[in-house]
């Protein structure tokens, strides 16, 4: 592997083993407490320990791995605290977008994200937990995106990653995945029809039960 990856840009190299460890940690490939040592990284991923430094930096920034007691690089936990702190905040945030997305937002925008609801609610029949959440990622995005903010679309993607690695757990079953899919669409029938009100309290009702533990238990019973 050091033989294919040695004309290739230390640039290049970096980007590749970000997308690898970070595509590993949202997964929970590599869960919370998870030391990154860069030797082993290098071997693992191909290259020398610089980019694997450079990518870890770059997480590190992202918060999505934090420095141990002996300097080691280590992959995040997040505590209940921090869990309900992330729905607070997705709350003032998301309500931005999508007060935004009801005045500006292209109709042919919306027939995209009627798209991603349609293969998520495929994937929650089928029980794909990890298909359904890079689909649920994508939504929530896309209304951040259509509504033209750009900067605000930045602090969501870095807000995702930290719900994403929380999220980690049991396989939800298709019920409670399914009870999301039809909250998602109450809020794009919302934004369709320009209703900011009903789109504002589609978006909270929805954040208010992102609590996908309880669903699981509920779903369950």
């Given amino acids: 592997m050091n033989g294919t ?6 640039g290049k190299l970096a980007d590749r083993a970000y997308r690898y460890l970070r ?5 929970g490939d590599l869960p ?9 990284l290098a071997e693992t991923i191909g290259g020398s320990r610089t980019p694997i430094r450079q990518a870890l930096g770059r997480l590190l ?15 995040r936990g997040f505590t209940p605290e921090h869990r309900r702190e992330m729905v607070l905040l997705r709350e003032a945030l998301e309500s931005v977008a999508v007060r935004r997305a009801c005045e500006v937002m292209e109709i ?4 995209e994200l009627r798209i ?11 029980g794909d937990n990890e298909e359904f959440l890079d689909l649920d990622e994508q939504l929530h995005l896309r209304i951040a995106e259509g509504a033209r903010l750009p900067i605000l679309h930045a602090f969501l993607s870095q807000l995702r990653g930290f719900v994403r690695v929380a999220r980690h757990g049991p396989p939800r079953p298709p019920l409670a995945l399914a009870e999301i899919v039809d909250e998602h669409e109450r809020l794009l029938d919302a934004l ?17 039960r992102s609590d996908y533990a309880a669903r699981v238990e509920a779903a369950r019973a």
Avoid: C, F, M, N
């Fill in 23 to 27: 595509d590993g940690i949202l997964k």
């Fill in 5 to 10: 990856t040695a004309t290739v840009p230390r």
């Fill in 32 to 40: 919370p407490g998870t030391v990154l040592a860069e030797t082993e």
């Fill in 192 to 208: 369709e029809s320009r209703d900011v009100e009903a789109a504002l309290r589609a978006l909270t009702e929805h954040l208010e």
């Fill in 116 to 126: 991603l609801l349609i293969r998520q609610r495929r994937a929650a029949a089928d």
């Fill in 108 to 111: 042919d925008e919306i027939d």
């Fill in 61 to 75: 920034q992202e918060g999505l791995i934090e420095v141990g007691p002996r300097r080691q690089s280590i992959v």
